[in-house]
């Protein structure tokens, strides 16, 4: 009876010590841990929520849009040897591209897979402008456009050579 209880005590002691090691070896965090990188992430999502406010200007993006809607137009009248035509629709939210052998051709035909829409808020200051690449990427003339929002404008120039500046 004295050896049972010996070797119940000593199993009893094996297992408080692999109890003490498990409970100290368990893997987790603590809520100070946990609260501290919560924290921290909060602060960072403050910081770029702040930083992405800039990028909510319709007229900047209207710019941009049809920065890049020309310089795709010049490209396809470069590829394709032909004159594009572009000109905004009637609503000052849109711009269409149109084709022919000439910039003095009187017929145009139109280029589906090249339109625009600018953003919700941004319009074309004017909508009497029209703009012709030359099968060689170039301009008759340079031309400014003027897009707006209700807090601000943003002006594209087009170069007679066909390059383009956002002022």
Not at 64 to 78: P, V
């Amino acid at each position: 009876m004295a050896t049972q209880k010996v070797n119940f005590i000593a199993t009893a002691i094996d297992f408080l010590r692999h109890l003490k090691i498990t409970l100290t070896r368990a893997p987790g965090f603590t809520l100070l841990e946990l609260m501290v990188v919560l924290g921290m992430a909060g602060i960072l999502t403050g910081m770029a929520s702040y930083q992405l406010k800039e990028l909510d200007n319709p007229a900047q993006n209207g710019a941009a849009q049809i920065m890049t809607f020309l310089k795709k137009s010049r490209a396809k009248a470069l590829a394709t040897t032909y004159a594009y035509r572009i000109r905004p629709k009637s609503n000052s939210t849109e711009l269409e591209a149109h084709y022919a052998n000439s910039c003095s051709s009187t017929t145009f035909t139109l280029d589906g897979s090249l339109a625009l829409k600018l953003p919700s808020t941004s319009t074309l200051a004017s909508n009497s402008w029209s703009l012709c690449f030359a099968p060689r990427g170039t301009l008759s003339t340079s031309t400014d456009i003027v897009i707006s929002d209700p807090k601000r404008s943003v002006t594209v120039q087009v170069a007679m050579g066909g390059g383009m500046i956002k002022l």
